[in-house]
């Protein structure tokens, strides 16, 4: 049977160990992926997809959007094939999708990254 | 009213590892289990010694910027997404995370109970970062 609860604070069986519900719902990652060298995600929270748009440059479009365009996004930096670091930076951001391109330090393109994963953090709409 | 709840363990009733919270603005709801981060750590490599962590049962001093972090509850597949991130003290100038398991390795080690990453300066040398934080998002065993 589904059933509903509503509560402000979450303690253990002790009384101990105290945290708000707000921590809860505001402190979990709403969005997170990992992608290889490519627009597959093996495994994701609330993505709808990943766009290959071309080398380097991906978007990933969350299904349930944010309640705006601040929330945080954590990006681990991942590396390309020739074993060489990679930047990343972020090229447009909307409540509901985010584009990231990543770029090879010693070339400065745009280039695929091994292992590039991304989470999400912020009020859901 | 407020209300608080003392309980030892949240289990869904539908499904046991499902439980819905209701987002920020009330109309939309997110799941508990998969956004909460399942283990993170502070780590100094250098030491090497961890100074703080959830669910890390042990952290093994591969060789020089390569290090594995063994979780004490497994992931139940190792595609588990890692947020990683690294500062090398201050006399070694930069320090930069990789997810692969060495630098020029072709492939990262991504198990369900261990993950091995390294971390290299901007001359692409491993070197030992003196802060290593690192979060964990997934499905645990």
Redesign the interface.
């Known amino acids: 049977m589904a059933s509903e609860l509503r509560v402000n604070t979450l303690k253990d069986a002790s009384g101990n160990n105290s945290i708000a519900t707000s921590f809860v719902a505001g402190g979990s990652a709403k969005c997170w992926a990992i992608t290889d060298n490519g627009a597959a995600a093996p495994d994701s929270l609330n993505l709808t997809n990943i766009v290959d748009n071309g080398t380097g440059d991906f978007t990933f479009n969350i299904a349930t959007d944010f309640g705006s365009v601040n929330y945080s996004h954590p990006i681990v930096p991942a590396d390309n094939d020739g074993g060489g670091g990679q930047d990343i930076t972020v090229t447009s951001k909307a409540a509901g999708s985010i584009r990231i391109g990543t770029i090879r330090d010693d070339s400065n393109k745009f280039d695929n990254a091994h292992f590039l994963s991304v989470s999400m953090f912020g009020d859901l709409a | 009213m407020?209300?608080?709840?003392?309980?030892?363990t949240?289990t869904g009733?539908?499904t046991a590892g499902s439980i819905s919270?209701?987002?920020?603005?009330n109309?939309?709801?997110?799941?508990?289990q998969?956004?909460?981060?399942k283990a993170w750590v502070n780590y100094n490599h250098t030491a090497p010694s961890v100074r703080e962590s959830f669910n890390v049962s042990s952290t093994t001093d591969v060789s020089a910027g390569i290090a594995t972090i063994s979780w004490s509850s497994n992931f139940s597949?190792a595609?588990?997404?890692?947020?990683?991130?690294a500062d090398a003290d201050p006399s070694s100038h930069y320090a930069?995370?990789?997810?692969?398991a060495t630098?020029?390795?072709a492939n990262?080690v991504f198990t369900t109970s261990a993950h091995q990453f390294c971390t290299?300066n901007?001359g692409?040398t491993v070197i030992d970062a003196f802060y290593i934080t690192g979060?964990y998002?997934?499905?645990l065993a």
């Open positions: 407020a209300s608080i709840l003392k309980v030892d949240l009733v539908t919270v209701t987002g920020e603005g109309s939309t709801t997110t799941n508990l998969q956004g909460l981060a597949n595609t588990y997404s890692p947020v990683i991130m930069f995370p990789s997810t692969r630098l020029s390795g990262a290299h901007l692409a979060q998002l997934g499905d």
